[in-house]
């Protein structure tokens, strides 16, 4: 008799261990399900492209990569052709500035320089390392921006020249400005060029502390090689 209770009372508690263990097993799998939820939740609240609108996809920056080539004309000159992407004026306050346009449209251009400088980037150098020039992204002229884009004020540095030049099919833009450095003082000659519906803008460096008219036709010279490629 006692041991039929005691096996009643064993098989009870069988009964009772194997239900919780289900019910743990059961509460783990729906833990982890949660906790895979969650974290597939929050992986995707960090992808930006979720939130992403049709609008704002069509006025994403072009992923083309700019394409700069050097061809060695001879031991004076090397000529840069280049393959870039538009961008479009934008202003704020007494400055102006620029932003990449959308779309895959782009434009070809090309402009000799010194055998001796070298392209790092969108910025040139001198043998000794030295920045001597730098270009600007390729601007497309809205109607009547043209104007807005040659007749250029800049807030840096005091400006000593501004006139009007034209070479080829193309008007323009030179300033000649003074910078004061810790070091002494510098010469930007900023170029502005439009065929009407481009603007490119070059900046050549003079590190002179006095300004060379030898120096300042050699930078007329480099400019008047530029060319937009049809």
Known sequence: MK????????LTLLILVTGCDLDLTKMSSSGS????EVQQQSSSQSDPSLYETEEESARAPSTHEDQFTITTLNHEW???????????MIFYGESRGSTNLAGDERVEYSMNFPAD??????????????????IAPVILLKQ??????LDYETIEGQILTKEPISFYKYKGTKIILLMGTEVG???PHMYM??????????????????RDEVEERLFDDIVKTFRFKP
Do not use: C, P
Request: cysteine-free; aromatic content about 14%.
């Open 3 to 10: 041991k039929g209770i005691w096996a009643i009372v064993l």
């Open 185 to 187: 003082k510098w010469y």
């Open 117 to 134: 400088w070298a392209l790092q980037g969108t910025v040139f150098e001198d043998s000794n390392k030295k920045k001597v020039a730098e």
């Open 144 to 149: 009547g921006e043209e104007i807005q884009f």
């Open 193 to 210: 060029i439009s065929d009407g519906t481009y603007g490119f803008t070059v900046t050549i460096y003079s590190h002179n502390q006095i």
């Open 33 to 36: 399900e949660e906790n895979s």
């Open 78 to 88: 090397k000529e840069l052709s280049a393959k870039v992407s538009l961008s479009e």
